[in-house]
């Protein structure tokens, strides 16, 4: 009987440490719009990479011509429409874009951080 529920206490533990898994079609929704967004912004881009305009504000471009991907991971992964959670999307979805122009200018470093 101990050992029932030991066991049983420890299949509770479980499934509360990795509870984002409790719904795993939601987690691969959200995954696919992540992947989609992050295509769009990759090959947005490589089109506006030329130049030597400032990358962030190329990336609020080219992010801006990936609005209905970013729509979609908002609706995937804000459920609750919180306008923190949007907000968040939003910016990284900018700092996303910026990376990928310095990436296709070849300047990519790692050293780029998202503004607080």
Known sequence: MRTLIVVALLSLA??????????????KAVGKTYEARDACLQREAASHATGTDDPSSIGRTVS?????????????????????????????????????????????????????
């Open 64 to 116: 801006a011509n990936c609005q209905a991907e970013t729509n979609a991971l908002i609706a995937s992964s804000n459920p609750h429409n919180d306008p923190a959670v949007t907000a968040a999307i939003r910016q990284d979805s900018d700092f996303r874009a910026a990376g990928y122009v310095l990436k296709a200018r070849g300047q990519y470093g790692g050293q780029l951080r998202p503004a607080d």
């Open 14 to 27: 479980a499934c509360s440490a990795n509870s984002q898994y409790s719904e795993p079609w939601t987690v």
